[in-house]
């Protein structure tokens, strides 16, 4: 998450100097932290986030996991307003449950994807704080992974990571399973054992270096036989 | 689409426009359509400010588009910046909304995704109820009625329409502006493009150099605007409709030029 310098004067750190008076308003949004992950391959998906839900100083909950299972083949991770992900993710089940009795079919990855930037725009004026990334296989069974912004922006990628440590996060990635900045080097296709081994440690890393991600983390490995979550523990300081 | 699948509906537009009429009265069934898109039609509720965001909008880009001989060439970067974090270096700017029509994007990219979603749609409708397309000049004037009620506020789309049959390129922004033109280029790093394009654009270019002049502007624009980078997509639209080129490194672009100097 950028820091509060990015924003204002550069050189001064407007929590500890003096700026000026200042009104403070009601603000309908919080910040609750969390990193959210997601990871496609051949024929699986990976989606994983941190359990971690914290508010300025505080931490609330350790076991508060970011990802929710939408259908048998797709998950949805969210965070940033918690308040936000929970009304957010209701509406999506909704949504879903409205698609299954109209159409008779199971809403795909893809069609997911769609309809959650519609629900995003819809508040344009008024967004949802969510950082969203889906992750599942679509209709092929190859892996699937959708990035969101807040107003409905969104694209399918191989891999994205969203959230509070998402800017430390990402280089890696692209690092790593997209070989990016790396000369000569052969480019060998991600196999589910390798990737789950890779955001165990990459996460492991969030969690030295971003204050919002620790506690455990909650892996969901999706492939056609079904949806498969693990529990990890991480630093809990 | 699950409709289509009901209805066993063939679509008659997706080969070439055809003269004959075809009537699909007896194709459509008379169920409802599904739950209509929830446009945001509310404005804000005051007028002078909105709730303070958290959180800062993907912007910033280079987009160009020009007419000559051989059609309309589309060019932009693929860049999707958020105040200083590359958000998404390889994001789509140029949008196929038909066979025939593309749009280059620039402003909020969520604005821009969605307001040619909206406008394919649209478009799409038109289609089916005057058995005909919409021109260019008729997709232009179209978008810039749709945004003018989200006039003054935060909303910011810098569209190009590059079309092909009548009238052919289009300027549309959503402070109300829509201009007609041989020549556009849009975002942070358009000036450096134009200083490019300016250079290089003539009527009578061939399809290669043309191409070259629309990758060239976008490559020294990326070079010297921050915004700007990663990719370079070419579009070219014809009486056939559009083709896209394959996306390219400028990370390449920019050795190859350092290694001959």
Redesign the interface.
């Known amino acids: 998450m950028l820091s509060a310098q990015t924003f204002g004067d550069p050189g001064k750190m407007k929590d500890y100097h003096y700026t000026g008076p200042v009104e403070h308003r009601f603000s309908p949004y919080a910040f609750n932290g969390g990193t959210v992950l997601a990871v496609a391959g051949d024929d699986f998906a990976i989606v994983a986030s941190d359990t971690r839900l914290s508010e300025g100083y505080s931490i609330h909950s350790r076991d508060s996991p970011k990802c929710y299972k939408l259908t048998d083949t797709t998950v949805i991770g969210c965070s940033g307003f918690h308040g936000d992900c929970l009304t957010l993710t209701k509406i999506i089940d909704a949504r879903l449950k409205m698609y299954k009795h109209s159409n008779n079919k199971t809403m795909t990855s893809g069609a997911i994807a769609a309809m959650l930037s519609t629900i995003l725009y819809g508040r344009r004026f008024f967004p949802y704080y969510v950082y969203n990334i889906i992750g599942g296989l679509d209709e092929e069974g190859k892996g699937a992974v959708y990035s969101f912004d807040p107003v409905g922006s969104y694209q399918r990628d191989t891999y994205k990571a969203g959230g509070s440590a998402s800017a430390m996060l990402q280089p890696l990635l692209d690092n790593q399973i997209g070989f990016k900045n790396m000369e000569g080097v052969q480019h060998v296709p991600l196999t589910k054992e390798k990737a789950v081994q890779l955001v165990k440690d990459v996460f492991i890393s969030a969690a030295e270096r971003d204050v919002y991600t620790g506690d455990a983390l909650r892996i969901c490995v999706i492939t056609k036989k079904g949806i498969d979550e693990q529990t990890l523990p991480l630093r809990k300081d | 689409m699950?409709l289509e699948d009901l209805c066993h509906f063939r679509d008659i537009f997706q080969e070439d426009i055809t003269t004959e009429r075809f009537s699909i009265a007896s194709a459509i069934s008379s169920q409802e359509s599904?739950?209509a898109?929830?446009?945001?039609t509310?404005?804000?509720f005051t007028s002078s400010q909105?709730?303070?965001?958290?959180?800062?909008?993907?912007h910033g880009t280079t987009t160009l588009a020009f007419m000559f001989q051989g059609g309309v060439l589309a060019a932009a970067d693929t860049r999707?910046s958020?105040?200083?974090?590359v958000?998404?270096p390889?994001?789509?700017k140029i949008l196929p909304i038909h066979s025939h029509l593309v749009g280059t994007t620039s402003g909020?990219?969520?604005?821009c995704?969605?307001w040619k979603r909206i406008l394919a749609r649209e478009l799409r409708l038109y289609q089916l109820r005057h058995s005909r397309r919409l021109s260019t000049r008729g997709a232009a004037k179209l978008l810039s009625h749709m945004l003018h009620p989200f006039k003054g506020?935060?909303?910011c789309v810098a569209a190009t329409l590059c079309g092909w049959d009548g009238g052919e390129l289009f300027y549309v922004c959503s402070d109300g502006t829509r201009l007609e033109g041989m020549l556009f280029s849009v975002g942070s790093g358009s000036p450096y493009a134009y200083s490019i394009l300016d250079q290089g654009v003539r009527w009578g270019l061939t399809v290669e150099e043309a191409t070259s002049v629309a990758r060239e502007a976008v490559y020294r624009a990326t070079h010297r605007d921050a915004y700007s980078g990663n990719f370079v997509d070419v579009f070219h639209i014809t009486s056939k409709g559009w083709t896209r080129r394959k996306r390219e490194d400028l990370k390449e672009e920019y050795y190859r030029e350092k290694e001959s100097d």
Not at chain 2, 108 to 111: E, I, Q, V
């Open positions: 699950a599904p739950s898109f929830p446009l945001p509310n404005l804000p909105t709730v303070p965001l958290p959180f800062p909008m993907a999707s958020c105040s200083g974090l958000a998404c390889a994001s789509q909020t990219s969520a604005d995704m969605l506020t935060e909303l």
